[in-house]
């Protein structure tokens, strides 16, 4: 599944299994060219819902892998700045 954001500081979600509370959730970025980022942690809202403000400063294609207590869990793809499908812009009459 990709999700797409704008360029800047964006709120990802994110939920393990079952709604397990009490874990050590983080992600491993790399951004869109490539370079990988500083892990982040992840910070629990409540009910085993997770989520990390982050700051998507470049247009492109971003992956991460997701660790639940430094267990690689799944991966998440990220479009940052891009056209999303089926949305349509609007263009001004010339």
């Known amino acids: 599944m990709v999700i797409y954001f704008d360029e800047g500081i964006n709120r990802?979600?994110?939920?393990?299994?079952?709604?397990?509370?009490?874990?050590?959730?983080?992600?491993?970025l790399w951004d869109a060219?490539?370079?990988k980022r500083p892990l982040r942690i992840f910070k629990e809202l409540e009910e085993g819902l997770y989520y990390l403000d982050?700051?998507?400063?470049?247009?492109g294609n971003w992956v991460g892998i997701v660790y639940e207590n430094g267990?690689?869990?799944?991966?998440?793809?990220?479009q940052i700045g891009m056209a999303r499908?089926?949305?349509?812009?609007?263009?001004?009459?010339?």
């Open 71 to 78: 267990e690689k869990e799944t991966s998440q793809t990220f």
């Open 54 to 59: 982050y700051d998507f400063n470049q247009r």
């Open 85 to 94: 499908p089926g949305v349509i812009k609007n263009k001004l009459p010339k």
């Open 12 to 28: 990802v979600f994110y939920r393990p299994p079952n709604f397990g509370t009490g874990l050590t959730i983080a992600i491993q």
């Open 33 to 35: 060219h490539l370079q």
